[in-house]
């Protein structure tokens, strides 16, 4: 094996190497949890939330299927909704933030809590901060 061969076979794999450091550099490593719902779970509680005042709550909402049905995401406190995360998902990036205080419970509901699991999935990522 020439030098040049040597060389281009280092330089090749020192190419795959950087790639995927980069790859994994650029990867989103936050920890947010995730939970995917169905119609079936409507007005189940996906989390109970302890929250202090200078925490912010940062919540994900990605639709996978909705087929003739909607939903939206509530936080309560103590069984009163304090926060809804409605249909104006699509205009706010699917991302929502809120700071509250206490113990909140994230639900969602559907609009036609029967329908069949194939016509609406939603996925649910949620961090505190």
Known sequence: MSKLTRFGYIFALVGVLAA????IAMSDFTPYNSETVYPKDSGRTIATLDLWPTQEL??????????RNSAYLVLEKGGVEVFRYSDNWRTTGKEARVSLDGVHDMK?????PTAD???????IDWIVR
Do not use: C, G, H, N
Request: hydrophobic content about 50%; proline content about 0%; cysteine-free.
């Open 108 to 112: 969602v509901y559907f609009t036609d």
């Open 58 to 67: 940062s919540i994900r909402f990605d639709v996978k299927i909705m087929k």
């Open 117 to 123: 699991r194939r016509t609406a999935e939603i996925e």
């Open 20 to 23: 995927i450091a980069m790859l």
